[in-house]
């Protein structure tokens, strides 16, 4: 879509409402022209119905229209210039998207909402529609639907206090639940009598739990509806299909329900039962959190990988913080950690290569969609990554990649050692799962350097490399020789002294390589020459896809003075990232 005005920065201190304004306006950004749009309520909506006039005022939107869901808002839309339509066959049929606020998100997306009154004109608006964005701050991620105020109900006027008594029955006998009917405050601020009245001209009950709803959501959904004064209750149960969430930082994490539904691990574990399991986003903070911890503490993670047991100590840690989860170590969290690390290396591969950025505020990989199915091809782990959003990338990186933030070398040479050290790293780890775990199971393959230039290498070539040290070939020199200097350097990478060796290796590689194909020479002393001036391991790779289709860089890299090299290999990465 066109934009008329740029969005809100992320940045820290941002106050509540800023952060409702954040998540708004993120969300406008789905918005396109000529679309039906179910226009919410409340603080949060309010933002999203000033960008959208923004937006349209600047003519950035031809052809958008709303439907209302209170009163309140089709004024507010009026004011602001969105041409509004009613609910009717027409519009109802048409809305491709709802955005609007919400009092609670669980962890499966269902909602509360209502505090507002205006729920009985939101669910059948927003249920109408395609697409239904709900749009808060992070204060309103709850573990259980109820937990932080009231549940409204609405109900018609006529013989309230008895439904009143209806809805009590449906929770008869639950600790701490209480319900009343809501009332205007008196002009001093005090409790009054008066009913609140809706824009339907109906009352609202609201409902009070000590610590949640607990049970099955979708009964007590239908008891509720099955009470003859009940009209409407604020529980909106699957219907959002994308929330976005505006953290206290300022950035924002869009969570996706087909995502959700879909992040079920791709990998099969044979003989040890299904390992699909949709996970929440909650659950997937937990585990993340519980990983994290573990890293840190030399009992369970050291030498880059995570000790027999890991799994037993997350699944209690898990049972803990989330009870009644059900999660099991096999083939649960195995999974699923295995499915973040594998993700978080097919992320850090595209990043290696040009063309593919990332964006922080959506936190997802920023690319041209073409560029991204033809990486798919060449790494299959790439898929399902494009224009979703992967909150967790910080997160595995420090899982994951810690072990290189040594604060030695934090540039030059040191950096590229330790850049390489993270990758081997996941390559170990993976390799010691494998080891503790003798079923078959696929292999992540973005671990290596090869697989970012290189799709051919198989797993057995992999395997037999790992298990025996044996000197691996391809078909193509130079990949080798970057996987063997790879290797040195995981060997030597455990002291920064250890330098020594490796430009020695390097040395003996390069009399070896005397005997090869010149290019394949040129390519070696390359490399070693970008490895001398400093440049880190993605530099590394990003100038070897380069000298791959112009050899004539190398070339000219060793035509130069040496105090001119760095700065040519930087002109040539600059120039190639503003090509893609
Ligand atoms: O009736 C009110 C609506 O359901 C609102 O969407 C909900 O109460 C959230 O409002 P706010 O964005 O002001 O927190």
């Known amino acids: 879509m066109g ?22 306006h993120r969300a406008v950004e789905f918005v396109e022209s000529g679309m039906t749009l179910g226009l919410g309520t409340g603080s949060t909506a309010a933002h999203a119905l000033d960008r959208l006039g923004d937006l349209l005022r600047a003519g950035a939107l031809p052809g958008v229209a709303g439907v209302p869901t209170s009163l309140k808002t089709e004024a507010h839309a009026a004011r602001v210039g969105i041409p509004l339509l009613p609910l009717d066959a027409a519009s109802g049929a048409s809305i491709r998207l709802s955005i609007d606020g919400a009092d609670e998100v669980d962890p499966d997306l269902n909602l509360v909402k209502g505090r507002g009154g205006s729920l009985l004109r939101e669910k059948m608006i927003e249920g109408a529609g395609d697409r239904f964005v709900v749009i808060v701050d992070e204060s309103k991620l709850v573990p259980r639907l109820g937990c932080t105020g009231a549940v409204p109900v609405e109900v018609i006027p006529f013989g309230a206090p008895h439904t009143l008594g209806l809805i009590r029955k449906v929770f008869d006998g639950v600790p701490g639940f209480h319900a009343r009917l809501r009332t205007v405050p008196a002009a001093n601020g005090e409790d009054s009598d008066a009913p609140f009245l809706t824009d339907n001209g109906n009352y609202i009950v609201e409902m009070f739990f000590e610590d949640g709803i607990r049970g099955d959501l979708l009964d007590i959904s239908d008891r509720l509806l099955r009470i003859t004064g009940v009209i409407e209750h604020g529980m909106f149960l699957g219907m959002a299909t994308t929330v976005i969430v505006a953290n206290k930082d ?110 922080e505020n959506r936190k997802m990989v920023q690319c041209e969609k073409q ?74 393959r973005w671990a290596s350097d090869r697989n970012l230039l290189d799709s051919t290498s198989s797993t057995s070539k992999r395997r037999k490399r790992d298990k025996g040290n044996e000197v691996r070939k391809s078909s193509d020199p130079f990949l080798d020789m970057l996987g063997e200097f790879r290797d040195d350097l995981k060997n030597a990478s455990n002291h920064f002294g250890k330098m020594t060796e490796i430009m020695e290796r390097e ?74």
């Open 3 to 24: 934009s008329a005005a740029a969005s809100p920065q992320p940045s820290g201190n941002l106050t509540q409402d800023e952060l409702k304004r954040v998540a708004a």
């Open 250 to 359: 300022g950035t924002v994490t869009v969570i996706n329900k087909k995502k959700m539904n879909q992040a079920v691990s791709s990998t099969s574990t044979r003989g040890r039962g299904k390992s699909e399991r949709v996970w929440t986003y909650f659950e997937d903070e937990a585990l993340l959190k519980a990983l994290f911890e573990l890293s840190l503490d030399p009992k369970w993670k050291s030498e880059g990988s995570f000790k027999n047991g890991y799994l037993s100590v997350l699944k209690a840690t898990l049972a803990e913080k989330i009870p009644g989860c059900g999660l099991t170590a096999v083939p649960h969290i195995e999974s699923r950690v295995r499915h973040f690390r594998t993700k978080y290396g097919a992320i850090e591969v595209m990043l290696a290569n040009s063309g593919f950025s990332w964006d």
């Open 507 to 580: 040395a003996k590689l390069q009399e070896e390589a005397a005997h090869k194909d010149p290019m394949q020479v040129l390519q070696q002393k390359s490399i070693t020459e970008l490895t001398r001036l400093g440049f880190t391991s993605t530099e590394l790779v990003k100038a070897a896809s380069v000298f791959v289709n112009v050899p004539n860089q190398m070339t000219m890299l060793f035509a130069l003075p040496e105090t001119l090299r760095r700065g040519f290999i930087l002109n040539m990465l600059a120039n190639e990232a503003q090509k893609n």
């Open 371 to 444: 560029q991204y199915e033809d990486h798919c091809k060449r790494h299959p782990d790439a898929k399902g990554l494009y224009g979703i959003s992967f909150p967790h990338l910080d997160t595995l990186a420090a899982i994951y990649g810690k072990d290189i933030a040594t604060g030695k070398g934090a540039e030059g040479l040191g950096d590229a050692i330790s850049n390489l050290e993270k990758e081997i790293t996941l390559e170990e780890s993976h390799d010691r799962e494998v080891e503790e775990d003798s079923m078959s199971r696929e292999t992540p």
